[in-house]
């Protein structure tokens, strides 16, 4: 299987938001609304040329959204199709975002993750990132996370 990482199209706008609806619906009930990523606006995201996705020859498996913002690296949202996860596919995409930001020469990645979603704590603790703090934004209990590159 041949899996690329590739900035998204506007025809992949389906697929990635499919494949994002299928990661986090799992999340709804767990938090008690639908997760944000599930409602962001795609079509702008992918003009803005801040979505790539991770695909093979026959269909996007994994999403990743980040931007640069000053002198660090902010990922917005990573998702993998849940038929192909623990295939390592989060951990490809975060080489990714790291390999990305040092190319940009910038000194830290940032994200959140939603306060109840224990396992995303949990990787994201195990690819060196710490805590940053616990904060209600937007509605939704998120824990901020960074990784130190300098």
Same mark, same amino acid.
């Given at each position: 299987?041949?899996?690329?990482?590739?900035?998204?199209?506007?025809? !992949?706008?389906?697929?990635?938001? !499919?494949?994002?609806?299928?990661?986090?619906?799992? %999340?709804?009930?767990?938090?008690? +609304?639908?997760?944000?990523?599930?409602?962001?606006? %795609? #079509? =702008?995201?992918?003009?803005?040329?801040?979505?790539?996705?991770?695909?093979? &020859?026959?269909?996007?498996?994994?999403?990743? $959204?980040?931007?640069?913002?000053? #002198?660090?690296?902010? $990922? &917005?949202?990573?998702?993998?199709?849940?038929?192909?996860?623990?295939?390592?596919?989060?951990? =490809?995409?975060?080489?990714? $975002?790291?390999?990305?930001?040092? +190319?940009?020469?910038?000194?830290?990645?940032?994200? %959140? =993750?939603?306060?109840?979603?224990? &396992?995303?704590?949990?990787? %994201?603790? #195990?690819?060196?990132? &710490?805590?940053?703090?616990?904060?209600?934004?937007?509605?939704?209990?998120?824990?901020?996370?960074? #990784?130190?590159?300098?």
């Amino acid at each position: 299987m041949n899996r690329i990482i590739r900035q998204a199209e506007q025809g !992949d706008q389906e697929a990635l938001v !499919d494949c994002v609806q299928a990661a986090y619906s799992k %999340y709804i009930e767990r938090i008690g +609304k639908t997760p944000a990523p599930m409602l962001a606006d %795609y #079509k =702008t995201l992918i003009a803005q040329g801040t979505v790539y996705v991770l695909a093979d &020859e026959k269909e996007v498996r994994g999403v990743l $959204v980040m931007m640069p913002q000053g #002198k660090d690296m902010f $990922v &917005e949202n990573v998702a993998i199709d849940p038929r192909f996860q623990g295939r390592g596919l989060g951990r =490809t995409l975060m080489a990714f $975002v790291e390999q990305q930001a040092r +190319k940009e020469q910038l000194d830290e990645i940032r994200l %959140y =993750t939603n306060e109840l979603m224990t &396992e995303n704590l949990l990787f %994201y603790h #195990k690819l060196g990132f &710490e805590e940053e703090g616990r904060h209600i934004q937007n509605g939704y209990r998120r824990v901020f996370l960074r #990784k130190r590159l300098i």
